[in-house]
């Protein structure tokens, strides 16, 4: 689910990121032919090709490649999750783990929402669309230390924002929400889920279809996604374990506007804890992306190889992609208020005050909440005003904020 009110998010719709989905190859590749073919199914897609590669060679989260890189770490009190559990850059970082640096996320719970803290990192422009992603996750079962059985969400997912309820432009894939000890009402799973849209009003509530595989992920997996013709094909571990389409509406799950590349671990609930401090992890070894090509998972995985083997650790000449101006024909109306400008099609970042902004009187931004023209919130250290009406649109990813300065 990735991030939002609903919980991905808002169930950020995504099933953690709402949303849950997830695919995973295994590890290495193997000699298969690659399979390689332009993506045309969207014509928004013609700008949005290039290579982002990742081996997330950092020393920390505010080390300056890292976020010359076009990476971000959350740092606020939001959804998803337990009301009121902190998000950390503290609880990123970047260990060595089998002689390879790894990006690490870590979340932890004493079983009270001010005693649950939360961590994620992303990519922090809207670019990536159709194409192929990839990446090499560890997931775990168990806590690092303290008692087990707490409703962790450990993920990998690209999402955009939504603009309002039941946007239908709103794209959202979630390659893998894993969750070792289960939540939502269910048992252990590793989600796979794609989105059409979702809505905060009068309750929340989504519109996705979703593939699980009901057993341990446990280890180190690779996560491979095939974005192209309408198709949406997940694999795990080179199997492939969802072709989605349509939701059972009817509605296209195929992503409509460009995204941001996401990791995130959270609690969706506290149910699960039984007594003292719990911290859990998940790593990231590498992350792949090529746009407007089909790679399949062995030769996505050997590519991510290849650029190891020549001590390359960072590759990134994605452009910024075109979103369609007319949201494609679908069974479901959307609202016809609020009204709200047109997104431009790439999301632009007036520059940083030189003064301090005064952030004392300004909220936390939050992912459920709706802001109007004018109002103001704190987000990762900054303060932002709004341009418009808008919800679940995190300020500086998207053009419906500006930046007053750094708090």
Not at 240 to 257: E, S
Not at 312 to 338: I, L, R
Not at 353 to 374: F, H, I, K, M, R
Request: overall charge negative.
């Amino acid at each position: 689910m990735s991030r939002t009110t609903r919980t991905t998010t808002a169930a950020l719709t995504s099933l953690a990121t709402a949303a849950a989905t997830a695919l995973i190859l295994s590890g290495g590749a193997d000699a298969s032919p690659a399979t390689t073919s332009p993506a045309t199914a969207n014509p928004a897609a013609a700008a949005c090709g290039g290579v982002l590669f990742d081996d997330f060679h950092y020393a920390s989260p505010t080390d300056g490649a890292f976020t010359q890189a076009g990476w971000t770490t959350r740092n606020d009190v939001g959804s998803p999750g337990v009301p009121g559990a902190r998000w950390l850059t503290s609880n990123v970082s970047f260990p060595t783990v089998n002689g390879e640096r790894v990006a690490q996320l870590a979340a932890s719970t004493d079983g009270s929402a001010a005693g649950t803290t939360h961590s994620e990192l992303y990519q922090n422009q809207l670019r990536f669309l159709e194409g192929t992603y990839a990446s090499r996750v560890r997931f775990t079962d168990a806590p690092d230390s303290g008692p087990d059985g707490d409703h962790v969400n450990e993920t990998y997912f690209t999402i955009s924002p939504l603009r309002y309820d039941r946007d239908p432009l709103y794209s959202e894939l979630d390659f893998s929400e894993y969750l070792p000890n289960g939540g939502w009402g269910g048992p252990q799973a590793n989600y796979q889920t794609s989105w059409y849209t979702y809505w905060n009003n009068p309750t929340w509530d989504g519109l996705r279809t979703s593939t699980a595989q009901n057993r341990s992920f446990a280890g180190w997996h690779d996560i491979v996604t095939q974005v192209s013709g309408g198709h949406v094909k997940y694999y795990l571990d080179g199997v492939l374990t969802a072709d989605h389409t349509t939701d059972a509406q009817g509605n296209p799950v195929y992503p409509r506007t460009p995204m941001s590349i996401n990791y995130n671990m959270w609690f969706i609930d506290t149910a699960g804890h039984t007594s003292g401090n719990s911290v859990y992890t998940e790593q990231v070894d590498w992350t792949y992306y090529a746009g407007n090509q089909v790679v399949s998972p062995a030769d996505a995985v050997a590519r991510a190889g290849q650029y190891r083997s020549a001590g390359t650790s960072h590759v990134d000449t994605v452009a910024g992609c075109t979103t369609p101006t007319t949201p494609p024909q679908t069974t479901t109306t959307p609202p016809t208020t609020p009204t709200t400008p047109t997104t431009p099609t790439t999301p632009t970042t007036p520059t940083t005050p030189s003064q301090p902004a005064n952030c004392s009187t300004a909220a936390e931004w939050d992912w459920g909440t709706v802001y109007l023209e004018g109002q103001r919130v704190k987000h990762n250290a900054h303060l932002w005003q709004a341009n418009w009406w808008t919800q679940g649109s995190e300020p500086g990813l998207t053009a419906q904020w500006r930046d007053l300065g750094h708090c």
